[in-house]
């Protein structure tokens, strides 16, 4: 055999897939460099075409991490949030020594938010998102986070009592009396510390009414006056005393 001609045909060989490797590896952080300034610049399309495949091929480098975070990132700020999720989980689940991990999971809580709709569609987003932040918060208690994030639970929670107390509205002008009460004491149980508690409480004195039950309506606002706002106060007043003007003409 002639050894000459078998090495000057391996011997490039070699080379060029040893070349290829040391070119790969050395270009993963001049690549990943390259896709943050795509993120700045708001490509986000082009930024996630390059940390895809670095999520792929370099994982396993000290970069891995980042390049992780920065993919959900090009998705969280293209308004992409259920595939951000996605890459902010994959770092959560498979990376849990990155000092990432905190500012992932607070992405994750703030994709939920951003995906809660107004009050009166369907709310699982405002509910998982009241979720993880409640979970974020159990995990970091010092977060710098926090009082923002209270408040956030605070707003999801008026959201969900919003759309509680409007289903008993919607009860009241069907003239469903009885499940409107239900709607409302229900309300007043979960939602007890939103906004829509004083006009819940003055939704069940409106239904009473409606059922033209002046003994209830009198006993129900005795039972709560000392808690309602002043002007509730005044329209519970206004709407017994109509009731008992009407009750009275039937005599």
Same mark, same amino acid.
């Given at each position: 055999?002639?050894y000459n001609k078998f090495w000057i045909i391996i011997f490039p060989l070699i080379w060029?897939?040893?070349?290829?490797?040391?070119?790969?590896?050395?270009?993963?952080?001049?690549?990943?460099?390259?896709?943050?300034?795509?993120?700045?610049?708001?490509?986000?399309?082009?930024?996630?075409?390059?940390? +895809?495949?670095?999520?792929?091929?370099?994982?396993?480098t000290d970069i891995g991490d980042n390049i992780q975070y920065h993919l959900g990132e090009?998705?969280?700020?293209?308004?992409?949030?259920?595939?951000?999720?996605?890459?902010?989980?994959?770092?959560?689940?498979?990376?849990?020594?990155?000092?990432?991990?905190?500012?992932?999971?607070?992405?994750?809580?703030?994709?939920?938010?951003?995906?809660?709709?107004?009050?009166?569609?369907?709310?699982?987003?405002?509910?998982?998102?009241?979720? @993880?932040?409640?979970?974020?918060?159990?995990?970091?208690?010092?977060?710098? $986070?926090?009082?923002?994030?209270?408040?956030?639970?605070?707003?999801?929670? +008026? $959201?969900?009592?919003? $759309?509680?107390?409007?289903?008993?509205?919607?009860?009241?002008?069907?003239?469903?009396?009885?499940?409107?009460?239900?709607?409302?004491?229900?309300?007043?149980?979960?939602?007890?510390?939103?906004?829509?508690?004083?006009?819940?409480?003055?939704?069940?004195?409106?239904?009473?009414?409606?059922? $033209?039950?002046? +003994? @209830?309506?009198?006993?129900?606002?005795?039972?709560?006056?000392?808690?309602?706002?002043?002007?509730?106060?005044?329209?519970? +007043?206004?709407?017994?005393?109509?009731?008992?003007?009407?009750?009275?003409?039937?005599?």
């Amino acid at each position: 055999m002639n050894y000459n001609k078998f090495w000057i045909i391996i011997f490039p060989l070699i080379w060029v897939g040893c070349a290829g490797n040391i070119k790969d590896d050395d270009n993963y952080s001049s690549q990943f460099k390259e896709a943050v300034r795509l993120l700045e610049k708001e490509k986000f399309i082009s930024a996630q075409d390059i940390l +895809n495949t670095l999520a792929i091929r370099a994982s396993h480098t000290d970069i891995g991490d980042n390049i992780q975070y920065h993919l959900g990132e090009s998705y969280f700020l293209n308004e992409e949030y259920q595939l951000a999720i996605i890459e902010y989980d994959k770092l959560i689940r498979r990376m849990g020594y990155s000092p990432l991990i905190e500012k992932a999971r607070w992405r994750t809580c703030e994709c939920y938010v951003a995906m809660s709709p107004k009050y009166y569609l369907d709310q699982i987003s405002s509910e998982k998102a009241i979720e @993880k932040i409640q979970e974020f918060l159990e995990d970091y208690p010092f977060s710098d $986070k926090k009082e923002f994030a209270n408040n956030t639970v605070q707003e999801m929670r +008026n $959201k969900l009592g919003e $759309k509680a107390y409007e289903t008993g509205i919607l009860y009241i002008k069907l003239g469903a009396y009885d499940s409107a009460i239900l709607a409302f004491e229900q309300m007043l149980e979960n939602y007890y510390d939103t906004e829509f508690v004083p006009q819940a409480h003055l939704g069940i004195i409106r239904s009473y009414s409606g059922m $033209k039950n002046v +003994n @209830k309506v009198e006993e129900y606002y005795q039972s709560y006056k000392h808690i309602l706002p002043e002007d509730i106060s005044e329209k519970a +007043n206004k709407i017994i005393s109509e009731l008992k003007k009407r009750m009275s003409k039937k005599i």
